[in-house]
Nanobody, 124 residues
């Protein structure tokens, strides 16, 4: 399984970015997909997860109401739309999946595969 994340960049506070993650190597629609982020010196933390069909999503409290996760199974791609960005959202963002990864089991311990990470920088 290969995950390719892209779409990060520099944005001003209050702005928006959309991250994308293209998957290859397996049946994309078979498993849940998630996004995590990592701050310098910190452990990778959960951001959002979406179920196989896209019908169920879960968000971290810190991003709820600002971020939206979605997927296009025909394109083997998962997205993270980030609105109302804050400087504290500055981090490296990773997409993730796994054989047991789902919208019910979305802790990083359930992740088998990680994307390479894309840096999001929000300036104040």
């Amino acid at each position: 399984v290969q995950l390719q994340a892209y779409g990060g960049g520099l944005v001003q506070a209050g702005g928006s970015l959309r991250l994308s993650c293209a998957a290859s190597g397996r049946t994309f629609s078979s498993y849940g997909m998630g996004w995590f982020r990592q701050f310098p010196g910190k452990e990778r933390e959960f951001v959002a997860v979406i179920s196989r069909s896209g019908s169920r999503t879960v968000y971290a409290d810190s991003v709820k109401g600002r971020f939206t996760i979605s997927r296009d199974n025909a394109k083997n791609t998962v997205y993270l739309q980030m609105n109302s960005l804050k400087p504290e959202d500055t981090a490296v963002y990773y997409c993730a999946t796994g054989s047991a990864y789902s919208s019910y089991y979305y802790h990083r311990n359930s992740v088998d595969y990680w994307g390479q990470g894309t840096l999001v920088t929000v300036s104040s």
